[in-house]
């Protein structure tokens, strides 16, 4: 079975300074990692994914998340915080169901990311 | 262009009450999904579909069945309806293909059950 942990439900940083949302991950296999976001009242949006390319991984708005299998952990960084960046964010590995396509997500239980004026 | 939509957006009704909700994609993927978040955000998958095929059932009632008319569309009905039941609902697709394929959601159901 596989999981994931986001060690810290909340974080709060100010605005400029930078973001680090830790995960950790449990995989009997190579895994395939995401980073996911929700902002308020709104559905799940890709910011990044670990496809056993590059370790260091670039998504969108910013945000990077380094692979370290050493360590099981998977955490996304920005280097400076802006206010749109408040929102949930989920670290997601793949289900390993059937192990094809259809797999499902198993997500972490969320990071709630607080960003002070 | 929205790439998987979901009707309604919200959803009150009574216990003991059927309901359904509607899930299309225009991507061209052939793989569906349900997700259920409850009300402290945890996402749980429920139901894959590939091609009009059910791949998981992830330990859901049987109150809930997920019908596939075609590989554009998952639709969920829910019979019986319970307060349990009260959460968002969120339909997802993705490619056949890795295990790295991105899954793309859609905004999300927001049933209540009073």
């Known amino acids: 079975a596989q999981s994931v942990t986001q060690l810290d439900s909340h974080v709060s940083v100010s605005e400029g300074t930078p973001v680090l949302l830790r995960c950790n991950y449990s995989s009997s296999y190579s895994p395939s990692l995401f980073w996911y976001v929700q902002h308020p009242n709104k559905g799940l949006q890709l910011l990044l994914k670990?496809?056993?390319?590059?370790?260091l991984v670039k998504g969108i708005n910013g945000f990077e998340a380094e692979f370290k299998k050493s360590e099981t952990s998977f955490h996304l960084t920005k280097p400076s915080a802006h206010m749109s960046d408040a929102a949930e964010y989920f670290c997601?590995?793949?289900?390993?169901?059937?192990?094809?396509?259809?797999?499902?997500?198993?997500f972490g239980k969320g990071t709630h990311l607080i960003i002070q004026p | 262009d929205t790439a998987v939509s979901q009707t309604p957006k919200y959803l009150v009704t009574q216990m003991g009450n059927d309901k359904s909700i509607k899930c299309e994609q225009n991507l061209g993927h052939d793989t569906m999904y349900w997700y259920k978040q409850d009300s402290k955000k945890f996402l749980k998958i429920m139901f894959s579909y590939n091609n009009k095929e059910l791949i998981i059932n992830e330990t859901v009632p049987n109150r809930f069945s997920p019908k596939s008319p075609d590989k554009a569309h998952l639709n969920l009905h829910i019979n019986s309806l319970e307060l349990g039941d009260s959460a968002v609902y969120f339909c997802a697709s993705s490619a056949w293909g890795g295990a790295a394929d991105t899954q793309y959601f859609g905004p999300g159901t927001r049933l209540t059950v009073l």
């Open positions: 670990y496809t056993s390319a590059a370790t």
């Open positions: 997601v590995v793949r289900g390993g169901y059937s192990g094809g396509g259809a797999d499902g997500l198993t």
